[in-house]
């Protein structure tokens, strides 16, 4: 008999009939003789109804009480999956955030986990029952409601099979696992069984949408066994490893892209200490967030600075780079918002030489300018124009036989 | 500078633009010099959304899920009011009836309140806080939610008034005050400046659904000066008062009646003791509620015995008294669900000989039959035939002059 912690996303308990079937499947978890504890997100739209009421009152309502709003959302939710447990012969008890004593800092809507009291969820499930806990909430040490952020579900399901020590984490989602690349852009895309924590942060932040980072996050720090999948379908779902249990690990894991980068460059800068502060610095005051960084040396004592951010933040960023290019003396601003980044994400990659070449080769091939390069241990990542976006994901999941289960 | 509890129902907070309202409300009784606790219920429709959602998964949904779900109502409802006061600078705080330690019985969805920790709220309001507290709901003492059954708003207005011994309670509902009697039904009915919680809880119980009966009770227990005004117009409202207070009572302060009542009749029961409960056990076991009783001495040695249900219970009282009938040797069984009661309330009856008298000749004079009488210290009730309701009622009105105000 083993303890897991499922998590069920908005999508998956939008419906009555969706709840139901969430109730037939932690049903079947029971009777497989399992432990369960289930943390459940909003019915699909419903926060986003919470967000519009607070909205038509205030543009920036108080933090605190946005809290309070928008929790009522799970709580729902939390309810109704219990009753659907009851009407079926099974023993279930609902607990918000704060009755569980999720307890967070005061950060509101963003708060963060500090510490979970575990001994009423031990108690009701020595007692037969399935635990049905609201995501995404929790509470401060002043018995103030928090909220934990968009996506932060995920990140109360984790905790909690930390806080527990569950033998596994399931995060149920409309997604049946974690795929080599978007099944949208390459039709040979193949779920994978297994891919370490290190991949899966850098598949998440860099646009594989399936966890929240913070969870993946604090599974990885908490060794809490994480695994995805679907709601709708069977099947194994990908299990998230620490790379040390897996065996031998694939060169590459997947390619994750993402859509929304916008690039600028300020050119002729005189090469001088602090001026990648005295660039970046007013944009970080402008809470935009930069995610490549590349400095080349230009001609003549100066340099070169390069630097992507989200497309969203594009006009204001240009407008302060041109600015501080006028203070800096720089020679030039240019800037481009119609670029993406494609991301070769494998921990393979730490021992084995000549992917970086692999990779521009096949861009080369087809025709792909390279726009900017990036590498990490366990990624390289590399700018070109937007509509090469899907000509080059293709061309790099052939290149690495993505397509094909590796060999172990 | 005065402590007043205010309290809003569903309809006065049924929108934004309403909530807005209250909001503006609060900040005029702030700028007057007061403290003030607000108590809010759900959105009017809320409440009914959120059944539905319960019904639509189960007919008898869990109790204890029940009022996690329901209880998001007012939590929608005090954040968005304090939101509000945010935006126009007055500082505020929300609290659900778990955070502000309302603690109740453990009966689900009827939970009795027992006790209040108020030094949280005390804290607010020597900070100069508006304090916005979720009406209709506590915890119990396993910090399970619960809540206090439809209505129950009104309750926790006046729990919190006795806890922090407020200066007055004042209930904002869509109705200015309390009147003589349905100005629907009589137009020159007029709106009492005051009314005794004796006469209040007659009144309640007899149909004018202005106030409900417990919080009455608990105002009268407490000593909680309660007051009913209009969410939606100015006025002074109607003070509910204990009887010692006021001077000299109007003999009669209005007419209250009951569209919904059936008249059961068990005809010719041998006269033997233990027969009222031979009666009245299988009705009270089938959870039909039963107002009036009457008995009386039939021919040889039997007795003729009457009572009245509500309108809803009238098949179901029926078919158990059908049953009774036959195991107690009774004659025959009679019923009539076209029936309607009349009561006259007021505390000076009990100083004034006569008033039954001037009534059955009021009643008399319009051609109006006499179905059933009873009588309390401060109150007679009638009950006629449906039909005669509207004359009935202004027959009385105007026989016992109520348009007037008494002279005092």
Redesign the interface.
């Known amino acids: 008999m083993a303890l897991v912690v499922q998590k069920f996303g908005g999508t998956s308990v939008g419906s ?1 009939e969706r ?2 079937q969430v109730a037939e499947k932690l049903i079947a978890t029971r009777k497989a003789g399992h432990d369960v504890v289930v943390v459940v997100s909003a019915m699909s739209g419903e926060t986003n109804r ?1 967000i519009e ?2 909205h ?3 543009e920036h ?2 933090p ?3 809290d ?2 928008v ?2 959302g799970e ?2 939710t ?3 999956l ?3 447990l ?2 079926r012969g099974c023993d279930a ?2 607990y ?1 955030g ?2 569980v004593h999720i307890l967070t800092d005061s950060a509101h809507t963003k708060a963060r986990i500090l510490d979970i009291d575990d001994s009423r969820l031990r108690r009701d499930l020595d007692n037969g029952r399935v635990v049905v806990v609201a995501g995404f909430q929790g509470r401060d040490e002043h ?3 928090t909220t934990l952020g968009r996506g932060g579900s995920d990140t109360t399901a984790v905790a909690l099979a930390a806080a527990l020590k569950a033998d596994e984490c399931q995060i149920f989602t409309d997604v049946d696992g974690v795929y080599t690349t978007d099944p949208r852009v390459v039709q040979t895309a193949r779920r994978l069984d297994c891919i370490t924590f290190e991949e899966m942060l850098e598949m998440a932040s860099l646009g594989s949408k399936v966890l929240q980072i913070r969870a993946v996050e604090f599974a990885g720090k908490y060794n809490v066994r994480l695994r995805v999948l679907s709601s709708f379908e069977d099947g194994p779902g990908t299990l998230i490893t620490f790379e040390e249990e897996t065996m031998e690990n694939p060169v590459i894991s997947g390619i994750a892209f993402n859509r929304d980068e916008a690039k600028l460059t300020i050119l002729g800068v005189p090469d001088q200490p602090g001026v990648a502060y005295q660039i970046l610095g007013p944009i970080g005051e402008a809470n935009i967030e930069v995610d490549m960084i590349i400095q080349n040396v230009g001609a003549d004592d100066t340099t070169d600075f390069t630097f992507t951010v989200h497309r969203n933040d594009f006009d204001k960023a240009l407008a302060i780079l041109t600015r501080v290019s006028g203070e800096l003396g720089a020679r030039e601003v240019t800037a481009d918002n119609a670029i993406v980044k494609i991301s070769l994400v494998g921990v393979g990659m730490r021992s084995h030489a000549g992917i970086a070449s692999t990779m521009f080769e096949a861009l080369a091939k087809e025709g792909i300018n390279i726009r900017m390069i990036a590498t990490s241990e366990i990624k390289i990542s590399v700018v070109v124009d937007e509509k090469y976006l899907e000509l080059g994901v293709r061309a790099l999941h052939d290149v690495f036989k993505l397509e094909q289960s590796p060999v172990v």
């Open positions: 009555i709840i139901e919470l009421l607070a038509a009152i205030s309502p108080d605190r009480e946005y309070v709003l929790s009522t709580q729902v939390i309810a109704l219990s009753m659907a009851h009407k008890v609902s918000t704060s009755q018995g103030n409601i």
